[in-house]
């Protein structure tokens, strides 16, 4: 089993910033790719950003130039540093891990964290 536990939200006045970090630990043998996901009130999870295992990143549109994802692989933690924040960005965010784990064979099973809450006031 593999837990992913996150931390850095917060409330933040529009154009500033916050860092949300989720460190996976666990029964972890390699972190495919991780990511960020968001949910406001009343819409669906959505994507943010994701990274690969080489570091390889992706993008949502309403993010682009604002938002950056990084990952440290020695401590299975994945980043996201999100400046010039906007009231639309408000929303609770959760990570995602992809994890090969020891004795489940090729199986790549999704992990999420619990989430944690960004709020941005205008």
């Known amino acids: 089993q593999v837990q992913l536990v996150e931390s850095g939200g917060g409330l933040m006045q529009a154009g500033g910033s916050l860092r949300l970090s989720c460190t996976a630990s666990g029964n972890i043998f390699r972190i495919n790719d991780m990511g960020w996901y968001r949910q406001a009130p009343g819409k669906q999870r959505e994507l943010v950003a994701t990274?690969?295992?080489?570091?390889?990143?992706n993008y949502d549109d309403s993010v682009k130039g604002r938002f950056t994802i990084a990952r440290d692989n020695a401590k299975n933690t994945v980043y996201l540093q999100m400046d010039s924040l906007k009231p639309e960005d408000t929303a609770v965010y959760y990570c995602?891990?992809?994890?090969?784990?020891?004795?489940?064979?090729?199986?790549?099973?999704?992990?999420w964290g619990q989430g944690t809450q960004v709020t941005v006031s205008s």
């Open positions: 990274i690969s295992g080489g570091g390889s990143t």
């Open positions: 995602s891990a992809d994890v090969q784990e020891y004795g489940r064979g090729w199986d790549v099973p999704r992990y």
